[in-house]
């Protein structure tokens, strides 16, 4: 994929090119593009003092960095103890027809990515989805599918 690689040097002229600031540097491209694209590392450590064993080894050591492409809204169903007793694996599969994607995937139009993941940290609401900021809890199947409906006519009504 194709990358406009003047963002990555809008960043680093922002930020900086010192070697201790790959953790900032990093975060702003994936504030930028979603992910971190293989060509940003490439340009990160042609344009500054980090190298691109630096930059991946703490792309790859942090869990709040991605290495792949995600979708603009990222649907997290939780799979923690509570959410698991709860239906989470029910809400997953519901979630996965409504989009049409298998778990981990993201929509052909890049509009959601779905994702299981560990306690989110509100098991009394469980079982839990959250998008963005926005947390869904005490969830069904039918209720975990009229997410995206929800989504899509915010989306329709911008
Ligand atoms: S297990 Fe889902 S919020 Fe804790």
């Known amino acids: 994929m194709n990358i406009d690689l003047t963002q990555v040097d809008a960043i680093v002229a922002r930020v900086g090119t010192d070697a201790n600031l790959t953790i900032p540097v990093l975060q702003e491209v994936q504030e930028a593009f979603r992910y971190i694209p293989l060509e940003a590392i490439e340009r990160i450590a042609a344009t500054t003092d980090m190298t691109e064993s630096q930059l991946y080894g703490v792309a790859t050591f942090y869990a709040q960095f991605r290495l792949a492409p995600v979708g603009e ?5 939780c799979h923690g103890t509570a959410c698991h007793v709860g239906g989470a694996e029910g809400l997953t599969e519901s979630l996965e027809t409504r989009l049409g994607i298998r778990n981990g995937e993201n929509t052909p139009d890049m ?3 779905l994702e299981a993941v560990a306690c989110v940290g509100c098991c ?6 959250m998008v963005g900021e926005r947390t869904f809890g005490s969830l069904d199947r039918r209720k975990a599918a009229a997410i995206v409906d929800e989504l899509e006519e915010r989306k ?3």
């Open 73 to 77: 809204q990222i649907i997290k169903v």
């Open 111 to 113: 509009k959601y990515t």
């Open 124 to 129: 009394s609401l469980a079982p839990v989805v």
């Open 156 to 158: 329709d009504a911008k």
